[in-house]
């Protein structure tokens, strides 16, 4: 079975996992990122960073975020945003008006009722973000690091009897990141999200 740290997991840590699980020695830096198994391991690490992240999950999720137009009417989406579910206009900083067609073209949103790139005025949007690594909760560090380790040892396994990592070590990690998701819905109940409420009455909609 894999070792996990009993403190929080750093990216350190997560490569060093990785490592183990093919019987390679542990390193005492990212900068041994010149090493091919190091490299290989960030680069397994950071994918299943990203599509966990991609589907966002209530730590991940901001809401009522305003965008400005730029200088040429173009609201450029932040760099650390990977997508957006809702847009309204804003009026005074406030959401108004019923949502807006919009979706990402080329890094910009697009008006799709409009058909244009170019908006007059500000809009307030619902959005996924990626967070740094030492930004996310530990629970879900875990999850990103067992899977990565998953699909990275079956990879690069040389050795049948290194320690690997089982299905039920991933399907427990998995469940806990499902299990506090539902809990951090279920907290902010009163805004009266209607996907809160949705999974308040036991229809738990699962993303993997």
């Known amino acids: ?17 990785l490592l183990q ?17 190091v490299a290989a391991a960030l680069l397994a690490i950071d994918e299943f960073d990203l599509h966990t992240q991609s589907h966002g999950w209530h730590w991940n999720r901001e809401e009522d975020v305003t965008l ?19 847009a309204y206009w804003s009026i005074g900083g406030v959401r108004s008006g019923t949502p807006l067609k919009v979706v990402e073209r080329g890094r910009k949103l697009y008006n799709k009722s409009d058909k244009t790139l170019q908006f007059s005025e500000p809009v307030q949007v619902d959005m996924i973000i990626r967070l740094e690594w030492e930004e996310m909760p530990e629970y879900a560090r875990r999850y990103i690091t067992l899977a990565a380790g998953k699909h990275f040892q079956g990879r690069l396994q040389t050795n049948s009897g290194v320690d690997r990592v089982t299905d039920e070590a991933l399907t427990s990690a998995l469940a806990i ?25 036991g229809r738990v909609r699962r993303r993997f």
């Open 1 to 17: 079975m894999v070792s996990l740290p009993s403190s929080l997991t750093d990216k350190l840590d997560a490569v060093n996992i």
């Open 68 to 86: 400005t137009p730029n200088n040429a009417g173009n609201i450029v989406m932040p760099t650390n945003c990977l997508s957006i579910s809702k």
């Open 177 to 201: 990141l499902h299990h506090r998701d539902d809990e951090g819905e279920e907290n902010n109940a009163l805004t009266g999200n209607p996907e809160v409420i949705y999974r308040l009455h």
């Open 21 to 37: 699980l093919i019987g390679e020695a542990p390193v005492n830096s990212l900068s041994s990122s010149e090493d091919v198994d």
